[in-house]
């Protein structure tokens, strides 16, 4: 029964600390680019489009589909830094915490 208190006391503490990560996620930012920076975009580390910035070079109707193709590309680089960065802060925090096998979090 010990043991069940203590796993309790932990998952809560546990909670705790992904409510405050999930609170830092949304204010970190992580930066992602294509075309050797002429697009640039800017995304919460949970993911949310915060800002894109296009090089006035690109700015050409001739230049339409490139353009479109690398601020895709550009999200597609931010969005997998924001998952290393989320996955990097999980590993931190859960780090020495005993959780039955094949537990992940969050739950």
């Known amino acids: 029964m ?4 203590g796993l309790m ?3 809560q503490a546990m909670q705790e600390k ?4 999930q609170a830092e996620m949304e204010r970190l930012e ?3 680019q294509s075309g050797g920076g002429m697009v640039r975009v800017t995304l919460s580390a949970k993911g949310q489009l915060r800002n894109v910035v296009i090089d006035d070079q690109l700015l050409k109707p001739e230049e ?3 353009l479109e193709d690398l601020i895709v ?4 680089d931010a969005r997998k830094k924001a ?4 996955e990097e802060k999980m590993q931190g925090m859960t780090a020495g915490l005993a959780l039955p096998a094949g537990m992940k979090l969050p739950f």
Do not use: F
């Open 9 to 11: 006391k932990q998952a």
């Open 73 to 76: 590309t550009a999200h597609e």
């Open 18 to 21: 992904i409510q405050a990560m």
């Open 30 to 32: 992580v930066e992602g």
């Open 83 to 86: 998952e290393r960065l989320m």
């Open 64 to 66: 339409k589909q490139i």
């Open 2 to 5: 010990r043991d069940m208190l």
